[in-house]
T-cell receptor, first 114, second 113 residues
Framework: EAQVTQNPRYLITVTGKKLTVTCSQN?????MSWYRQDPGLGLRQIYY???????DKGDVPEGYKVSRKEKRNFPLILESPSPNQTSLYFC?????????????FGPGTRLTVT | GDSVTQMEGPVTLSEEAFLTINCTYT??????LFWYVQYPGEGLQLLLK?????DKGSNKGFEATYRKETTSFHLEKGSVQVSDSAVYFC????????????FGKGTTLSVSS
């Protein structure tokens, strides 16, 4: 089954404790992206990657890092989380052959930083 | 820059009522347009899409037509069900090349029996 997976689904942590949210896709997609969803703000892009070793900032990259060492994986790293990073995070992927550029989304990771 | 504006919610309807959720966009090129749906506790699923002007996307009884003259992509369904209760997002891809989607803020639909 074609899918995007994320782990963990839920995470509660404390300010300053480094964490990583994993994302993996099994569709051989070149493009991967991270979004955060906040009430009243919709979805905003954090970082994206056009292919292995190619990453770039989205609209709200501050406080986040990413890496793309393998085509299927695109982890999101919060090196020193702060309470304003409490949010619902989605990973998404898309292939160059995808009609119209639609993206496939993971199930989301709900992060709470206290 | 490119943007999407969709009607504020929440929208509350009775089962079998007609649904319209308005979406308008601003884009300099020829974007693709999408409606995504987010059911409670789940991720976003593509509901329907249209890649060029006058295209009609349809799925699960929902429809939306890409209207370039009015820069709109309104979502409609003739008879909603309780199971349609969800958050609906209108989105555009500015360049059809699999890059960032630009989302509206979402509209919450609640359908009661």
């Amino acid at each position: 089954e074609a899918q995007v997976t994320q782990n963990p689904r839920y995470l509660i942590t404390v300010t300053g404790k480094k964490l990583t949210v994993t994302c993996s896709q099994n569709m051989n997609h070149e493009y991967m992206s991270w979004y955060r969803q906040d009430p009243g703000l919709g979805l905003r892009q954090i970082y994206y990657s056009m292919n292995v070793e190619v990453t770039d900032k989205g609209d709200v990259p501050e406080g986040y890092k990413v890496s793309r060492k393998e085509k299927r994986n695109f982890p999101l790293i919060l090196e020193s989380p702060s309470p304003n990073q409490t949010s619902l995070y989605f990973c998404a992927s898309s292939g160059t052959g995808t009609s119209g550029g639609e993206q496939y989304f993971g199930p989301g990771t709900r992060l709470t930083v206290t | 820059g490119d943007s999407v504006t969709q009607m504020e919610g929440p929208v509350t309807l009775s089962e079998e009522a007609f649904l319209t959720i308005n979406c308008t966009y601003t884009a300099t090129g020829y974007p693709s347009l999408f409606w995504y749906v987010q059911y409670p506790g789940e991720g976003l699923q593509l509901l329907l899409k249209a890649t060029k002007a006058d295209d009609k996307g349809s799925n699960k009884g929902f429809e939306a037509t890409y209207r370039k003259e009015t820069t709109s992509f309104h979502l409609e369904k003739g008879s909603v069900q309780v199971s349609d209760s969800a958050v609906y997002f209108c989105a555009l891809n500015p360049n059809q090349a699999g890059t960032a989607l630009i989302f509206g803020k979402g509209t919450t639909l609640s359908v009661s029996s």
